[in-house]
């Protein structure tokens, strides 16, 4: 019987433990501080800036928000540069992508690095690649946080990481290099990605799109990491078809898998960061 990786129960004891947390450091004189930052007018992107807002005052977290629907690169950077030295913010998390014409590197980069709990910037990036501490992308973090919480060891596997994106697969790809674990990490289109899946241990896609992974492509016991938001109307399919998740031992449903845990991820970051 396969272990279903469940996100939303798994977040709801995280944002227990941060609320405790939270309140440890308010009777320590210390009120955490996350500065949240979105361009543009999107209204999907702000609605899930506003639902990171209440779930981060829900614990006990201070947010300063700021919405800009019109800025130019230079003002963003100035902006983040003036967080940066603000004593409230702990935290600084941009959201993307960012509004067309702004520069994501240039943006992301401007973040000092102990306040990027989002883990998006160059610098974290190069540091989880050389295996130091630093704040891992929520996305990398909901992942390890599952194992951990399901009691699976990360390490010993062969890991195929299918996907590229700079906020997930990339980062977790230089993670797992500093863990006794084999990588394998492949772009979306590689056409040997049949192939791949066979030989993991370790499946995480990111593929966009739905049921790419097949019943045939994956073998008896794999662990498969469905990172996969494909959206056909109101339903939302992963990436992994539901015949291959029969034959694995450990699975993230979609929905409710990571996704749920990413906010909890970025949140006790902040709060890592406001202790520190």
């Known amino acids: 019987m396969a272990i279903i990786l469940d996100g939303r129960a798994t977040s709801e004891k995280v944002m227990e433990e941060l609320a405790e947390e939270a309140k440890r450091l308010a009777e320590s004189g210390v009120t955490p501080g996350l500065s949240l930052i979105i361009t543009g007018d999107d209204k999907y992107s702000l609605r899930y800036v506003k639902l990171k807002?209440?779930?981060a005052e829900s614990v006990g977290i201070y947010v300063d928000f700021h919405q800009l629907e019109e800025t130019t690169n230079e003002e963003?950077?100035?902006l983040i540069t003036k967080l940066n030295k603000d004593p409230k913010i702990h935290g600084i998390m941009v959201q993307l992508?960012?509004?067309e014409g702004l520069d994501e590197i240039k943006v992301v980069d401007a973040i000092a690095p102990m306040k990027d709990v989002d883990g998006l910037s160059p610098n974290?990036?190069?540091k989880l690649l050389m295996g130091e501490e630093c704040y891992p992308p929520a996305g990398v973090?909901?992942?390890m946080e599952l194992f951990k919480r399901y009691s699976l060891d990360v390490e010993g596997k062969h890991w195929l990481v299918a996907g590229e994106t700079n906020f997930l697969s990339k980062p977790l790809a230089a993670y797992l290099m500093n863990r006794k674990v084999r990588v394998t990490q492949v772009g979306p289109g590689c056409p040997h990605l049949p192939d791949l899946v066979k030989m993991a241990d370790v499946v995480s896609t990111e593929l966009f799109k739905k049921h790419a992974v097949?019943?045939?492509?994956v073998k008896e016991g794999v662990i498969v990491i469905d990172n996969g938001n494909n959206y056909e109307g109101k339903n939302?399919?992963?990436d992994v078809d539901p015949a291959a998740l029969e034959k694995a031992s450990a699975y993230t449903p979609v929905p409710g898998g990571t996704g749920p845990m990413l906010i909890s991820m970025l949140l006790r970051n902040t709060l890592k960061a406001a202790s520190s």
Request: hydrophobic letters at 40%; aromatic letters at 4%.
């Open 53 to 55: 807002q209440r779930r």
């Open 76 to 78: 963003l950077v100035s």
């Open 97 to 99: 992508p960012l509004m």
């Open 124 to 126: 974290t990036l190069g």
């Open 141 to 143: 973090e909901a992942i």
């Open 214 to 217: 097949t019943g045939d492509m």
């Open 236 to 238: 939302v399919y992963g």
